[in-house]
């Protein structure tokens, strides 16, 4: 067996832990899986309930038992929190509203009603202590703290009830890119932020981050990318790495898990920035890219295993790793699963960090671009086997049998490398699992008792190609500049976009929207794209006028110093662009989605099926294809697995045991979130998000429960 070689495992601190964590109680009447007061259920994210009012037998009879319709439209990727009698939620535009949890009833909303934010937000953090009840919820960088009965703002937390959460970054972090998308994981008074920040040469560092929850102070940090006199510094050739202005991120943004028996908060960090050319930061890479264990009073290192060394394909882990008990070698051992966008899943023992299952160093190819050197070797687990196709296994016959321009199809196919882990170049790569994953943000399920995780999956191919970074041209006029080394990879050379890659054509946007609108959205970001704050009001003039074709070639723009700007790397990603036919449906056959069930105990599949319809498709008669999905399941004890997140905008619930469909439902909006549900006297609901817009899909501003007609 081989495993990565930075495992490191204080075995004082282990001993410590294994003699102070208690024996888990049964999970019957476990108030973790009674309540959904934690994102994704628990703070260990099984997504598992033990409520048993709706069943396999009875699922079929549920029905619609309240709306809330949203002030906003579009995108929510919320998991509501359910506290006592009320439901905590996020809209398309950042609002917190509490509902009451047996009508829906809207009882407070807190948000700017002028000010419309543009992000996307996957829920709330909750805290208690005595009658001090608290939301914790983000809006661009600052982490607030709500009254839970009133949504107040609580004045003694921060300043009027808010801390900018830079305020634990160093100095030259402090007008960067920061927000949150995810809930933190609250620990006795302290609550984690996930962080999500610009994934270029501008990026922040991305350390991990606790907070006080009664006032707003910092209270620890961990360094991802490491210190002088640091675990991990080594790991880095440039021994300024640290305070580089051109290297940042290696943030968790996916969120975490916590034990809270054990103390010992599991963070999955995200690839080190600039994404995909690493010639700024060669080496490993320590802690990008990987699982770290951390004692979550004080954030000290305990143990990490990395995914990635020195990613160069933005290969960072999708969603908060799942903690359960397993059993290997007749030995029941609390484990921690984490799933990947390559459709990996590793398994490690939770207290030494000891993967379960075999992991081999795989030798992979050396990049060709200039002054880049990727790692020799990547880690993959023997088992269990991925739960996506992997590019190395497609041939010629998996072109889709649907297209109508296969011969196109089978000609970049043919040109396009397909090694896994082959680096980036100047050609193209069929990068398979896509940029999205296989795995994505809404994570995997777990029975925490029986060692089976659920997941759902994506395979999508997409096309990874780099190109010479003409930004570096000096005489290029400066809004043309900016444009073509901040938002060019996304929306294309000549501002055309990739709309059937989700990315907006910027052409004649002067007739869409005002410059103040276009200078909001590019400074605070929109959705899933970052902001640029950074941007000096020349800078940010100078990109407007070249959006609105207003642009002029004058000798002070040539001239003008764009230190924060300026894309210094030889070589910039050419662009998100995936592997579609002429229909714009997936380039390979299918299944495009799938929904897993694989047992931890042995690594073995229980079952695999295609997950969702292309209604195109399926109205001619042709098999369930499966479709792209984003958000998780609900996992129930007695037998269900509840699920949305498909493009084709059903709710679904299916046996857990066999994958068998036992009933769907078509929401009024696709809903690209993970549900939850709870208990109200004496009823069991279903609560979701659908509000749409991503993937093409229309807009949507409910939520909605569901529950039995006669329970």
């Not at 995810?182 to 920040?197: A, E, Q």
Request: charged share 20%; proline share 6%; aromatic share 10%.
């Amino acid at each position: 067996m081989r495993v990565n070689s930075y495992i490191i495992t204080y075995s004082i601190l282990s001993l410590f832990v294994l003699i102070s964590c208690k024996e888990e109680t049964s999970i019957k009447g476990d108030k973790r899986y009674t309540t959904w007061s934690a994102y994704l259920g628990d703070s260990g994210r099984s997504h598992f309930t033990t409520l048993n009012q709706i069943t396999p037998q009875n699922v079929s009879q549920l029905e619609v038992v309240w709306r809330y319709e949203a002030p906003d439209w579009g995108q929510m990727q919320m998991n509501p929190l359910v506290v006592d009698s009320l439901v905590y939620g996020v809209t398309a535009a950042l609002r917190v509203v509490a509902l009451h949890a047996e009508t829906g009833n809207e009882l407070w909303q807190f948000g700017d009603s002028v000010q419309v934010w543009h992000s996307t937000s996957r829920g709330v953090s909750y805290w208690e202590n005595g009658n001090d009840k608290r939301i914790l919820c983000t809006r661009g960088a600052d982490l607030y703290a709500l009254d839970a009965l009133t949504g107040i703002p609580i004045p003694s937390f921060g300043i009027d009830g808010k801390i900018d959460m830079r305020s634990g970054m160093p100095e030259s972090a402090k007008e960067k890119f920061v927000i949150s998308n995810t809930p933190g994981s609250v620990f006795k008074d302290i609550i984690v932020m996930p962080l999500r920040i610009s994934e270029g040469s501008d990026a922040a560092p991305g350390d991990i981050m606790a907070f006080n929850v009664i006032t707003g102070k910092p209270e620890w940090v961990f360094h991802t990318i490491p210190h002088p006199g640091e675990l991990g510094y080594e790991t880095w050739e440039d021994p300024n790495a640290y305070k580089s202005p051109m290297v940042g991120a290696a943030n968790n943004w996916a969120g975490m898990a916590l034990d809270e028996e054990a103390e010992i908060i599991y963070v999955p960090t995200g690839s080190a920035a600039p994404d995909f050319y690493g010639g700024d930061r060669l080496g490993s890479n320590l802690y990008a890219n990987s699982l770290v264990a951390l004692n979550a009073n004080t954030g000290e290192y305990i143990w990490h295993f990395q995914f990635t060394h020195h990613d160069i394909w933005d290969r960072d882990p999708p969603a908060p790793p799942n903690l359960l008990t397993v059993e290997h070698n007749g030995e029941k051992i609390k484990a921690v699963a984490q799933i990947t966008k390559q459709g990996y899943v590793f398994v490690f023992d939770r207290i030494t960090g000891e993967p379960l299952f075999d992991v081999e160093e795989v030798p992979v190819k050396q990049s060709t671009l200039a002054g880049e050197v990727a790692w020799p070797t990547q880690p993959i687990p023997t088992k269990p086997k991925p739960f996506a196709r992997q590019s190395n296994e497609l041939t010629k016959e998996d072109i889709s049998p649907y297209a109508k321009n296969k011969e196109e199809l089978l000609e970049f196919f043919e040109s396009a490398e397909k090694e896994v882990y082959s680096p980036p170049s100047l050609e193209p790569t069929l990068l398979f699992p896509g940029y999205d994953g296989a795995a994505e943000w809404g994570g995997a399920g777990v029975d925490p008792e029986d060692g089976i995780l659920y997941v759902n999956s994506n395979e999508m191919a997409w096309n990874l190609k780099m190109k010479v970074n003409e930004a570096n041209a000096q005489e290029m006029p400066l809004g043309k500049r900016i444009y073509s080394g901040k938002c060019a990879t996304c929306h294309q050379s000549d501002r055309k976009g990739l709309v059937a890659s989700g990315f907006p054509s910027l052409v004649d946007i002067n007739l869409k929207k005002s410059k103040e609108e276009v200078v909001s959205i590019v400074t605070k970001g929109k959705g899933m794209m970052t902001g640029f704050p950074t941007l000096s009001d020349s800078e940010k003039n100078a990109l407007i006028e070249f959006l609105f074709n207003e642009e002029q070639t004058s000798a002070h723009q040539e001239k003008m110093e764009i230190a924060n700007t300026s894309e210094e790397n030889p070589y910039l990603h050419d662009g998100y662009t995936k592997f579609l036919d002429g229909n714009g449906l997936p380039g390979i056959s299918p299944p495009w989605g799938t929904l897993n069930a694989i047992d931890l105990n042995t690594g073995d599949f229980l079952w695999s099926i295609p997950f969702g319809e292309t209604w195109s498709l399926k109205e001619k008669g042709f098999p369930t294809t499966g479709t792209e999905n984003y958000g998780g399941p609900i996992i129930t004890q007695n037998g269900l697995l509840l699920i949305a997140a498909t493009k084709d905008g059903f709710f679904r619930a299916f046996n857990k045991t066999t994958g068998e469909l036992l009933w769907e439902y078509e929401l009024p909006a696709a809903s690209f979130a993970t549900p939850s549900t709870y208990e109200y006297k004496g009823k069991q609901y279903i609560v979701l998000a659908c509000g749409g817009e991503k993937l093409g899909t229309k807009k949507g501003n409910q939520i909605i429960a569901f529950a039995l007609a006669n329970p």
